[in-house]
T-cell receptor, first 111, second 114 residues
Framework: DQQVKQNSPSLSVQEGRISILNCDYTNSMFDYFLWYKKYPAEGPTFLISISSIKDKNEDGRFTVFLNKSAKHLSLHIVPSQPGDSAVYFC??????????FGKGTRLSVIA | DAGVIQSPRHEVTEMGQEVTLRCKPI?????LFWYRQTMMRGLELLIYFNNNVPIDDSGMPEDRFSAKMPNASFSTLKIQPSEPRDSAVYFC????????????FGSGTRLTVV
């Protein structure tokens, strides 16, 4: 049973445009959500997070939106750059439990 | 700080052989996690330790999998006997707490069982 779902395995976006990566979750106990970025042959690295008490968190070109009623979050990258091409993992957790990750979305930013 | 160090980076082995994956966490991190990445299941948690003690191994797929953490600076994940369906990338991560912000992942071990 996937508690965190990333239904789009891949996404292609032109350089300079907005990239929107989506994530749905089923566990209503999750109180913190994160996005990790993974390049080939490297481990995932933390990108941005959001607490369940907020609906938006912004860090430079990256913004995460949370819609608790829909159990949905999204990552916006504006403007997209070729260096953003990577696999993006959405994750959630509650209390002291470890992170639960989705399957990931591969983003390709085309120059 | 060298980060989380995993070895080997790549492992190719024949079905039925024993495989041992190794991890050195970041010094001072109390938590260590083993994750497996596959296309079908994404990043799934296998087991995690707190202060060298296994806390939850419910993600370990079968009895063929075992993990140990004999001290704060070393952990192993062993598969015996290995099977082709074990082929995946195995990640080790460490953290100062079990919560989100401090997870640092190693570069992973790509395991291929033929």
């Amino acid at each position: 049973d996937q508690q965190v779902k990333q239904n789009s395995p891949s996404l292609s976006v032109q350089e300079g445009r907005i990239s929107i990566l989506n994530c749905d979750y089923t566990n209503s106990m999750f109180d913190y959500f994160l996005w990790y970025k993974k390049y080939p042959a490297e481990g995932p690295t933390f990108l941005i997070s959001i607490s369940s008490i907020k609906d938006k968190n912004e860090d430079g070109r990256f913004t995460v939106f949370l819609n608790k009623s829909a159990k949905h979050l999204s990552l916006h990258i504006v403007p997209s750059q070729p260096g953003d091409s990577a696999v993006y993992f959405c994750a959630g957790h509650s209390g002291n439990t470890p992170l639960v990750f989705g399957k990931g979305t591969r983003l390709s930013v085309i120059a | 700080d060298a980060g989380v160090i995993q070895s080997p980076r790549h492992e190719v082995t024949e079905m039925g052989q024993e495989v041992t994956l190794r991890c050195k966490p970041i010094s001072g991190h109390d938590y260590l996690f083993w994750y497996r990445q596959t296309m079908m299941r994404g990043l799934e948690l296998l087991i995690y330790f707190n202060n060298n003690v296994p806390i939850d191994d419910s993600g370990m797929p079968e009895d063929r999998f075992s993990a140990k953490m004999p001290n704060a600076s070393f952990s192993t994940l062993k598969i015996q006997p290995s099977e082709p369906r074990d082929s995946a990338v195995y990640f080790c991560a460490s953290s100062q707490s079990s919560t989100s912000r401090g997870y640092t992942f190693g570069s992973g071990t790509r395991l291929t069982v033929v």
